[in-house]
């Protein structure tokens, strides 16, 4: 049982950056992995970046050496810095944590990237 709160969307210019976080409560002491997915008007929903406990990070081609995935594991916290982003980038962004029935979701934030 756990609960996840995204925030940190909003507009942004094509090249600009914003940083996500994602706050998880609830039965939280034995997460382990967790990560960011985006889903676009449309189209389906993907993996973003996720990040393990210790630290071990994986990133989808899209986004590498662009987003950066952090966690901060004493406010119960995972981060998406998002640097250098593109129109394509819009999309409504989930964090995610493994879980029965497929997992815990956060409610999405929106990030629009456009001029």
């Known amino acids: 049982q756990v609960q996840l709160v995204e925030s940190g969307g909003g507009l942004v210019q094509p090249g600009g950056s914003l940083r996500l976080s994602c706050a998880a409560s609830?039965?939280?002491?034995?997460?382990?992995?967790m990560g960011w997915y985006r889903q676009a008007p449309g189209k389906q929903r993907d993996m973003v970046a996720a990040i393990t406990r210790g630290g071990t990070t994986i990133y989808a081609d899209s986004v590498k050496g662009r987003f950066t995935i952090s966690r901060d594991n004493a406010k119960n916290t995972v981060y998406l810095q998002m640097n250098s982003l593109k129109p394509e980038d819009t999309a409504v962004y989930y964090c995610k944590t493994p879980g029965a029935g497929g997992g815990y979701w956060g409610q999405g934030t929106q990030v629009t990237v456009s001029s």
């Open positions: 609830g039965s939280i002491f034995s997460i382990n992995t």
